[in-house]
C-alpha cells in the first residue's frame, strides 16, 4: 500500500532531506542558493530558479539532480531514496509539521566572556627586597 504524501515525507522524504541534503543547503549555507530545510525554500529555489514543481517530478530540478546521480555530489542515493523523492512530489510533495526543521547553531550571546570589553586589573605589588614572601 503506497504511502500518503504527508506520511512519505514525515517517514522517508524529511530524513533523506536532513541527512544527505541539509548540510549543504540550509539558511546559513545554501549551497547554489538553495534551501531544502523548507517547503518554502524549495519552491522558490536556488540561483537556477524553482526545484519543486508539487505533482510533476520531472519538472523539479530537485529531482533532475538526484536522478542523474548529480546530487549528492559525494554519493549517489539508493534508487529507493531516489523513488521515494519521485513519489512525493508526484503525489503534490505535502510538508508535515513544522514548516522548517533547520536547526541553527548555537551561537554565543552578547553576555558570552570573549565578547565583554576587557576590564582593568589591580596588580598585586611585590616586595622588592622579599619577592618570595609578597605571594
Sequence with gaps: ??????DLFAERIRPLL??????????????????????EGLMRGGKQGADLVPGKSAESRVYQFVAARKMPPTEALPAAEAEALRQWIDAGAAWSGPESFHKQRARAGADWWALQPPKPQTVPAIDAANPDESR
Design 18 to 39: 536532513e541527512k544527505r541534503c541539509a548540510s549543504c543547503h540550509n539558511p546559513e549555507a545554501k549551497m547554489s542558493g538553495l534551501d531544502v530545510t523548507s517547503r
Design 1 to 6: 500500500m503506497p504511502l500518503r504524501a504527508q
